[in-house]
């Protein structure tokens, strides 16, 4: 579930270890059999809380297709809640995105996949650019109470996840590479009812770098799953 980055040389230079924290709440709301609605908020900051920490707001649309797949559209907004550090060129970001997602059962452990599509407006001190990204998600959950074959309602669990970010359109005013980012992530988490989870877990986002080393950040997560 988790991806190992294998150490060729694109990934074998000087590497920044930053460490941060991060709160978001993950929120879906059914209004009929085919149409409801999710959002997501989170806060972001690094080690340093006053120069480094944004918001993350993103709602969005979705139809249900059938019991295990979803698509959904959208629009998100990262904003900066505090000054940029010396080396940071972007103030903010919109986004426009499109998912899809699939939920299954892999070697018996209920998993979701996501499929998802960005195309990304960000503005910088001096210009502001336009790319577009693919991501893949990954999420598996292990239920700690009762067996996996059994209907999960309440108890504690263990999640894995991983995920996959592709520049796709102009990647040289990014990275300048095909692969933008990968985020593995493992938590432990209770599940209170059908309509709610909190978790706390750690995060590893390893981002590609162009003219600076690359990074692994080091995260601490928490965050509230609702479904109404």
Same mark, same amino acid.
């Given at each position: 579930?988790?991806?190992t ?10 590497q920044?270890?930053?460490f ?17 609605? /999710?959002?997501?908020?989170q806060? #972001? ?6 120069? *480094?920490?944004? $918001? +993350?707001?993103? &709602? ?17 907004a ?10 940071? /060129?972007?103030?903010?970001e919109? #986004? ?6 699939? *939920?299954?059962? $892999? +070697?018996?452990? &209920?998993t ?20 577009q ?7 598996g959950?292990?239920?700690?109470? #009762?067996?996996l074959?059994e ?9 894995l ?68």
């Amino acid at each position: 579930m988790l991806t190992t980055l294998s150490l060729t040389p694109e990934f074998g230079h000087a590497q920044d270890h930053v460490f941060g924290g991060w709160a978001g709440w993950f929120n879906n709301v059914r209004f009929s059999e085919n149409w409801g609605m /999710n959002n997501d908020i989170q806060f #972001r900051t690094g080690k340093d809380w006053n120069t *480094n920490s944004l $918001l +993350l707001i993103r &709602p969005g649309v979705n139809y249900y297709v059938n019991t295990r797949q979803t698509a959904s559209v959208g629009y998100a907004a990262t904003l900066m809640t505090s000054q940029l550090p010396v080396a940071g /060129n972007r103030l903010t970001e919109h #986004r426009i995105w499109q998912q899809y997602i699939i *939920n299954g059962d $892999l +070697l018996g452990m &209920p998993t979701q996949h996501r499929f998802r599509l960005e195309q990304r407006f960000l503005r910088r001190p001096d210009e502001t650019v336009f790319a577009q990204r693919a991501r893949y998600f990954i999420r598996g959950m292990i239920p700690l109470s #009762r067996p996996l074959a059994e209907r999960f309602e309440r108890g504690a669990f263990i999640s894995l996840q991983n995920e996959l970010f592709f520049n796709i359109h102009n990647k040289a005013v990014l990275n300048g590479r095909l692969l933008d980012q990968n985020r593995a992530y493992a938590s432990v988490g209770f599940r209170f009812s059908s309509r709610y989870d909190i978790e706390a877990g750690y995060m590893n986002q390893f981002l590609l770098r162009n003219a600076m080393p690359n990074a692994f950040t080091h995260i601490a997560q928490i965050a509230l799953y609702t479904r109404l």
